[in-house]
């Protein structure tokens, strides 16, 4: 049931209609840990400077994530700063300051190299396809990335693409990564091009998950309050492999309930800052939340219709 | 079972990416009609010019619509031409040539006026409110409404909300109603101005059934060709409010199912111009793709989720 992620430790500095936090603890690969440690152990890749309050990360230790692959440089932290407008549904990024995270080469430990279950966050597709050499046979590869890499390394990434199992990404990212608009023709494209699964995510709207021959879909779970979505993507990841990791399989079964708790995980990120929710998040918490996604979509049979009088 | 439709019967002019119609059946009745009549016998209330080509409406006739209700004024009929983007998201309205429609009084047939399912299509609010002063004490009122009176007859509107049980509007319409961006504020807002229920349609995203106490979310079904996004809407409303009156039934589990064949129906409308769709489609089509919507978002209790090996 061993997981591995490989993606960024970073410092967020977030602004939304509700309040501001500054240095608060971000990044892929910690918001993946934080949801993904609820449902399994976690083994992290990742780089932090010597300016990183290391000692943040211990509610992740208590959860059995396992920091030995989290290596420390000497010089500055990964260090992000964006701003949210009014409806949380757009966002502008003031500064991005790379620090250490632009030296950073993946080395997957020894002791994480059978890892059955791997997460490969957002960064550099080379990377992404370094770490794939490094590790021996896993069950299930899933991979995000973004607008940056589809546009700067495209030839890394279809070759990415070829081996990896499932592509997780937003609308945006799969529009421009298949040049088509319409969701279903896009998923059909980057199947096409490697990855026998895609995950759509649509914020709000939802999630897609499309198999060779299925499709399904989880809906955004109504929130009164969106305090903050940064890494709701990241948790959604988290959710989904925590759950499959814990199942110990990928039906496709499993792999629809996975959705259902990647949404669940996703939802619950986005109710407080940064990793706030996800710390103080039980697993009833999350079991509850999952059977509430089930009576959201839920309904009977039709086929007991008659006309009636 | 008798259901009864109030609204606009006309002709559109439609340009989308794939190609243009001049002078095909539109209008809010007529879409809720042809979609409606698959599921149950309908009687429709309306007005169109001299100049109507009513014999476009004989497939409603040999669906039991009963047109009685149609009246034909001396002037032109209601007209609306509108183009729509490539990606058929937003569209703009070249023309509206109101005709006849501007002196429309709706009068309700005697033998229409114990109708215990009714739909009152967006026309101007003091029209629908006239309308409920004819009909004597149906099961269901399910209203829908557009910006334009939300501006300009936001009064009356808020009248004609305490005497109906079902509130059909989009997105944008109930945010603007309750002025809250957030969906699930924007619904309660709305419920507690007197309609019981809410359903929000969010096209392409699904839609969502309000009720006192639960959330029923049916999602947007996958398309690979949007045809022409015109009438879905009112495809929609005719696919909820046909299934109940065919059912006999409000009961929640009722309202649920009706959702997923309103979500049905407007799915079948956009797949072609205007209504020829729905002028086609059969009763066996629409089972089959309301047991497709359960595939969609069907998934097992979690329960028996166990630690893996």
């Given at each position: 049931m061993s997981l591995l992620v490989v993606g960024s430790v970073a410092l967020d500095t977030i602004e939304t209609p509700f309040g501001r936090v500054e240095d608060a603890l971000g990044g892929s690969a910690t918001f993946f840990s934080a949801a993904a440690s609820l449902l399994?152990?976690?083994?992290?890749?990742?780089?932090?400077?010597?300016?990183?309050?290391?000692?943040?990360?211990?509610?992740?230790?208590?959860?059995?994530?396992?920091?030995?692959g989290l290596v420390k440089l000497s010089g500055e932290s990964f260090r992000w700063s964006g701003v949210y407008n009014f409806d949380l549904n757009s966002r502008e990024t003031l500064e991005t300051r790379l620090g250490v995270f632009a030296r950073f080469q993946p080395r997957i430990p020894e002791q994480f190299r059978d890892a059955r279950w791997i997460f490969l966050g957002n960064i550099d597709p080379d990377l992404q396809l370094d770490v794939l050499e490094q590790v021996r046979s896993p069950d299930l590869v899933v991979c995000d990335t973004m607008n940056y890499w589809i546009e700067g390394k495209r030839d890394s990434l279809m070759r990415l693409l070829k081996r990896v199992d499932v592509l997780l990404v937003n609308d945006s990212e799969a529009r421009e990564l298949s040049g088509e608009y319409n969701l279903l023709k896009a998923a059909r494209w980057i199947q096409a091009h490697g990855p026998a699964m895609v995950i759509v995510k649509k914020g709000e709207h939802g999630a897609i998950l499309f198999t060779d021959d299925s499709i399904f879909f989880a809906p955004g779970f109504p929130l009164e309050e969106v305090f903050d979505p940064t890494g709701a993507g990241d948790a959604f990841a988290g959710g989904f492999l925590g759950y499959l990791a814990r199942a110990g399989s990928a039906s496709l079964d499993h792999l629809r309930r996975a959705v259902v708790y990647g949404s669940t995980l996703g939802s619950y990120a986005v109710e407080r800052f940064g990793v706030e929710r996800l710390v103080e998040l039980t697993l009833a918490e999350i079991d509850e939340r999952v059977l509430r996604f089930r009576e959201l979509t839920m309904f009977e049979e039709p086929i007991a219709v008659q006309p009636g009088s």
């Open positions: 399994s152990p976690v083994q992290l890749v990742g780089v932090v400077g010597d300016d990183f309050p290391v000692a943040h990360l211990g509610f992740l230790e208590r959860r059995s994530v396992d920091l030995s």
